[in-house]
């Protein structure tokens, strides 16, 4: 890579900006070659974000603050954004909702009452920032809420959304509303 001017990092991975460019201003990257999300979605947007940036006059940059993961166990284990933890370390206060599958209608009707979601918002500013599912259908589920996050939506957006009833994806609303009610007061 250093005859082609591009630097790499100790794992051979290069060096990108965030426009995907690279040391060599005629050299974009994506995929594998990156210190990014090894994640198939995560390379097919890169690698469309650095053609396009290759030939475009005003560059557009890529962000990662929202890349859903998901486990496809049994049940399924989803994350987007970031943890508490995370949160805590990144001196941002948070406050954390955790709800239960066996409380959605959605389980008790299907009896799959295992799981739980878990919601992490900036308690300043009330934004979304992450998300962590344990159920059945989780990989499904994760999609609202990185829509969520990337659409910069507050936990008082996602209440006033529209969600079916009877869905795995109703229980992102309850899990919100309980932030600030509890549990066994909603109907």
């Known amino acids: ?13 290069i060096y990108t900006d965030e426009y995907l460019g690279t040391s060599n201003p005629d050299i ?3 995929g ?7 994640l198939v979605y995560v390379a097919a947007k890169e690698g469309q974000t650095a053609v396009s940036n290759a030939f475009s006059p ?11 993961h998901v486990i496809f166990t049994h049940p399924q284990i989803a994350r987007v954004g970031i ?15 955790r709800f239960p599958m066996a409380e959605t209608p959605y389980g008790l009707a299907n ?16 934004l979304l920032i992450g ?5 059945r259908d989780a990989g499904n589920m994760i999609q609202t809420l990185t829509i969520a996050i990337m659409a910069g939506m507050s936990t008082n957006d996602l209440v006033n959304t ?16 309980v932030f600030d009610k509890d549990i066994h007061s909603l109907s």
Request: aromatic letters at 6%; hydrophobic letters at 40%; one cysteine or more.
């Open 58 to 68: 005003v560059p557009v940059p890529l962000s990662y603050h929202a890349v859903p």
């Open 131 to 135: 998300a962590e599912i344990l159920a």
């Open 162 to 177: 529209y969600f079916p009833y009877l869905t795995a994806v109703e229980g992102i609303k309850l899990a919100t509303l």
């Open 28 to 30: 974009y990257a994506a």
């Open 83 to 97: 943890t508490e933890r995370e949160a805590d370390k990144a001196g941002i206060r948070t406050s954390v909702s």
């Open 32 to 38: 594998d070659v990156c210190a990014t999300p090894g």
């Open 1 to 13: 890579m250093s005859a082609a001017g591009v630097e790499t990092d100790t794992a051979n991975h």
């Open 111 to 126: 009896n799959d009452t295992f799981g739980t979601i878990i919601l992490v918002k900036n308690a300043d500013t009330d």
